[in-house]
Antibody, heavy 120, light 107 residues
């Protein structure tokens, strides 16, 4: 059974750096066909893709957020980490991690999401 | 970036109705188009990938079609559990992008 679980702070202050961890099970981050993406959703708004990483360390980032994002993985721990610098209240959102199946580049399994609020 | 536009933004329908949602890409994306269903407070769930392939476990009343820039998601006979928000997503090139969503409400 494939599972993904996000963890990290529920509240961050403006200008701080957010660090989120996605812990996966049921598949390996060494699997060449699979990767992990981060996707966010502000309250009442649409989904926004942020970044992805694959087993060969191939990475890609949202055009508008590229300068603030870093994605990495620890294969031995089955974890994918996303950092976002210089947080702002507009970054308040539920952050999801999702597995990517390269066959179709589809998000076929999702974590439950974690709500991050940016406020002083 | 490829921009995805869904229409309508919301619709009201009754149980048993046939519902169609459209998604348009700002450039050709071949058949690299996925559809997701999201219920309130839950993560999205993959329904259809590659424009028309039903994800395992998804009821056959859901279907997808299209290629190039224009795509549709059809629910043949709306069921109570289908009231949700639906998103399209292009997987043709990064940055991957989603449509703004279509909310399907009970009439």
């Amino acid at each position: 059974q494939v599972t993904l679980k996000e963890s990290g702070p529920v509240l961050v202050k403006p200008t701080e750096t957010l660090t989120l961890t996605c812990t996966v099970s049921g598949f390996s981050l060494r699997n060449a066909r699979m990767g992990v993406s981060w996707i966010r959703q502000p309250p009442g708004k649409a989904l926004e893709w942020l970044a992805h990483i694959f087993s060969n360390d191939e990475k890609s980032y949202s055009t508008s957020l590229k300068s603030r994002l870093t994605i990495s993985k620890d294969t031995s721990k089955s974890q994918v980490v996303l950092t976002m610098t210089n947080m702002d209240p507009v970054d308040t959102a539920t952050y999801y991690c999702a597995r990517i199946d390269k066959f179709g580049s589809k998000f076929d399994s999702w974590g439950q999401g974690t709500l991050v609020t940016v406020s002083s | 970036d490829i921009h995805m536009t869904q229409s309508p933004s919301s619709l009201s329908a009754s149980v048993g109705d046939r519902v169609t949602i459209t998604c348009r890409a700002s450039q050709s994306i071949s058949s690299y188009l996925n559809w997701y269903q999201q219920k309130p407070g839950k993560a999205p769930n993959l329904l259809i990938y590659a424009a028309s392939t039903l994800q395992s476990g998804v009821p056959s009343r859901f279907s997808g079609s299209g290629s190039g820039t224009d795509f549709t998601l059809t629910i043949s006979r709306l069921q109570p559990e289908d009231f949700a928000t639906y998103y399209c997503q292009q997987s043709y090139s990064t940055p991957w992008t989603f449509g703004q969503g279509t909310r399907v409400e009970i009439k």
